[in-house]
């Protein structure tokens, strides 16, 4: 990188960085360039390596940022991130399947990270899947293994019950059936806008990223995860529109939506993995090994002392666990 030059791959089948990336890298190598604590050093250093990595690619009409790490011809593995979250909440976990032999794409779903936010509001499981189709098309992808995590575990399985040709195995990671309840689905999407775009949002930008982490440590995760990566995550509350949360949070209360998982679980042929958090308080695990009950080629792992952040929480269980797994649909 020259005179601070943004190093971004612009080929044929990528676009110029979105105006939240170009802000955030500035941000970023301006605090390099000052002075710093030995720690905050190397928290952003790496931060500056995982923006190097950046891609933008157009998909149904949205500018997208994605990663894509590892050997081109390795098998493709593609990581869907959860709600109010980005493809950044993956980083400790795509350099190990990277280095196993996989190309290892992880992406922002519009109005997420580094992705613009989508004009027309689209941002429901089926928008979010086409989003998904068209990644791996534009990308030329051959049939791909697919991660994902919490909401992105309803838009991978919709994408791998409607396109199986596409998909060579699924995984889940903190995924669940979960019942229609009427006064639930009607006041919890208020609560969430209520605390994460009033509340948690707010307080971010101000940079008092500890009451975010508080709230993690105390309600969703049963494990501490270091500083850095709490930093590193929540960062996703800054750039994520708030309307995306709001759009997405009704969504999964749908009854439409919640029935349809039970369908589509039945649909999939591809093997299939669900890694629940034994103290998931969102994602129920009982309800977990009931959906995956439902599987043609399924199977359930309850990992113990973990709550609904298994990303940040274990990432090198979680690393492992993928490894294991797809050694195995590979091998069958």
């Known amino acids: ?34 002075r710093l604590s030995q720690n905050a050093r190397r928290r952003f250093d790496h931060e500056l390596e995982l923006l190097d990595r950046a891609k933008f690619i157009e998909i149904n009409g949205v500018v997208h940022h994605y990663q894509d790490v590892g050997p081109p011809d390795g098998e493709p593995l593609i990581l869907v991130h959860g709600w109010d979250c980005s493809a950044l909440w993956w980083h400790r976990i795509v350099d190990p399947l990277a280095d196993s032999g996989y190309r290892v794409i992880s992406y922002d779903l519009k109005g997420h990270g580094f992705s613009d936010s989508d004009p027309a509001c689209g941002y429901t499981i089926e928008g979010f899947s086409k989003d998904l189709q068209a990644l791996g098309d534009a990308l030329g992808l051959g049939p791909q293994h697919v991660a994902s995590f ?6 991978a399985l919709q994408y791998g019950a409607t396109a199986p040709d596409r998909v060579r195995s699924l995984t889940f990671l903190n995924f669940s059936l979960m019942p229609y309840y009427p006064f639930a689905s009607k006041y919890v999407p208020k609560l969430l806008d209520t605390v994460f775009n009033r509340l948690l949002r707010p307080i971010e930008r101000l940079g008092l990223w500890w009451l975010p982490f508080i709230y993690a440590r105390l309600v969703l995760a049963k494990n ?64 977990g090994r009931k959906l995956m009950a439902l599987a043609q080629n399924g199977t359930y792992l309850e990992v113990p002392k973990c709550g609904h952040l298994i990303l940040f929480e274990l990432p090198e269980q979680v690393a492992q666990i993928l490894r294991l797994f797809l050694r195995g649909v590979r091998g069958s």
Do not use: H, W
């Not at 030059?5 to 960085?17: E, F, R």
């Not at 993995?273 to 129920?284: C, E, I, K, Y």
């Open 1 to 34: 990188m020259l005179n601070g030059a943004i190093a971004v791959d612009v080929s044929p089948q990528t676009t110029l960085p979105t105006a939240k990336y170009t802000s955030y890298r500035a941000e970023v190598e301006a605090k390099l360039a000052g």
């Open 150 to 155: 919490s909401l992105g575990a309803f838009v």
């Open 224 to 287: 501490t995860p270091p500083v850095d990566d709490v930093k590193l995550g929540t960062l996703s509350l800054r750039c994520c529109d708030p309307e995306a949360i709001r759009v997405s949070s009704l969504e999964i209360a749908r009854r439409e939506v919640l029935d349809a998982v039970g369908e589509q679980i039945r649909m999939v042929t591809q093997p299939t993995l669900l890694v629940a958090g034994s103290g998931d308080p969102v994602m129920r695990p009982a309800s």
